[in-house]
């Protein structure tokens, strides 16, 4: 079985979308790559009884390589942060997840940025975009994506959900998690009166910090 460990990361990480509230039913999806394959969630499939040999393998055209089930119906998207998006750092983009999480999806219909309400917002970049409204699976939905991605790791797409990137699974997964947690802050503190924000000289510093925080 060809991309085995991103196979079971795939699965993994899939079932982690569920437990974890950022979608529900087969909503959503997520792949990991390596070298010039992508391993992503089939179309349709409930995550709960996902196997890695139920994981479709593409090519970077998106030809099926190995597998039964046909890929997610957001293929278009994957492909084009895989193809054409660039990592602020230059880091390698080696995961992608999609979700339909719940703040993060109001939010999107409601601004055109993220609100700096946290510093944590700096995991994505100097904001969070939200992208133009498309109709799910099109090509005009992977462009508006990659426009709102310029110089960022993640974006909310309108009235749809979010999508973020990441040298990594585990990265990619991190970041989905900041943003629906950055727009349940953002709801909350606005229900309950006006936010004080961060100014983007503050978010700009803390992306810098973030260069060297953790082990290396």
Same mark, same amino acid.
């Given at each position: ?13 899939? *079932? ?18 390596s070298g010039e394959l992508i391993a992503v969630t089939p179309t ?34 994957? #492909? ?5 998006? !660039? ?16 703040? /993060?999806?109001?939010?999107? !219909? ?17 904001? /969070? ?32 959900? !979010? ?5 990594? #699974? &585990?990265?990619?997964?991190?970041? /989905? ?14 229900? &309950? ?16 910090? #973030? *260069? ?5």
């Amino acid at each position: 079985m060809i991309l085995a460990d991103e196979r079971r990361a795939v699965c993994e990480y899939a *079932r982690r979308l569920t437990a974890d509230g950022l979608v529900v039913g087969t909503s959503g999806n997520i792949s990991a790559r390596s070298g010039e394959l992508i391993a992503v969630t089939p179309t349709g499939v409930d995550y709960g009884v996902l196997t890695p040999e139920d994981i479709p393998v593409v090519s970077l055209d998106g030809s099926i390589v190995e597998g039964k089930l046909r890929p997610t119906s957001e293929m278009p998207m994957h #492909l084009s942060v895989y193809t054409k998006a !660039t990592d602020p750092d230059g880091a390698p983009i080696t995961g992608i997840v999609h979700t339909h999480s719940v703040h /993060a999806t109001a939010v999107s !219909t409601l601004v055109d940025e993220v609100p700096a309400v946290h510093y944590m917002l700096a995991a994505i970049g100097p904001s /969070a975009r939200v992208a133009r409204y498309a109709t799910y699976g099109t090509e005009e939905l992977a462009e508006s994506m990659l426009a709102a991605l310029e110089g960022r790791r993640g974006c909310l797409l309108g009235n749809h959900g !979010t999508i973020t990137y990441g040298d990594g #699974l &585990a990265a990619a997964y991190s970041r /989905a998690e900041q943003l629906e947690w950055l727009c349940h802050v953002w709801l909350l503190a606005r229900s &309950a009166g006006t936010p004080r924000l961060l100014p983007s000289e503050e978010i700009a510093h803390v992306v810098e910090k #973030l *260069r060297g925080y953790g082990q290396k």
